[in-house]
């Protein structure tokens, strides 16, 4: 199983971009997907999760500018940003609960990290 993160990049600040992380391999079913961050000298953090059966979550500093949303079809989890900050500035990371073909738990994978840079 492999999770591939896509869409960083460089966006003046109040702008937007949309991260997506698509999921590959034999799976069985995916019990939720997530985006972290991590800032240069921070502790990874949580951002937003999506359930295999649309709920989300997301942390007080992103809510009502960042927006999580899935593709059950296509395995494929994304992260609309929008009104992006400086302090938005991050590597942004994939996460999902995954079981595989063949396994009865979820393991939990993580993609290659995708940089997003906000200028001011």
């Known amino acids: 199983v492999q999770l591939q993160a896509s869409g960083g990049g460089l966006v003046q600040a109040g702008g937007s971009l949309r991260l997506s992380c698509a999921a590959s391999g034999s799976i069985a079913k995916i019990n939720n997907m997530s985006w972290y961050r991590q800032a240069p000298g921070t502790q990874r953090e949580l951002v937003a999760t999506i359930t295999s059966v649309g709920s989300t979550y997301y942390a007080d500093s992103m809510k009502g500018r960042f927006a999580i949303s899935g593709d059950n079809a296509k395995n494929t989890v994304y992260l609309q940003m929008n009104s992006l900050k400086p302090e938005d500035t991050a590597v942004y990371y994939c996460?999902?609960?995954?079981?595989?073909?063949?396994?009865?738990?979820?393991?939990?994978?993580w993609g290659k990290g995708t940089l997003v840079t906000v200028s001011s």
């Open positions: 996460n999902a609960h995954i079981v595989p073909a063949l396994y009865s738990t979820a393991i939990s994978y």
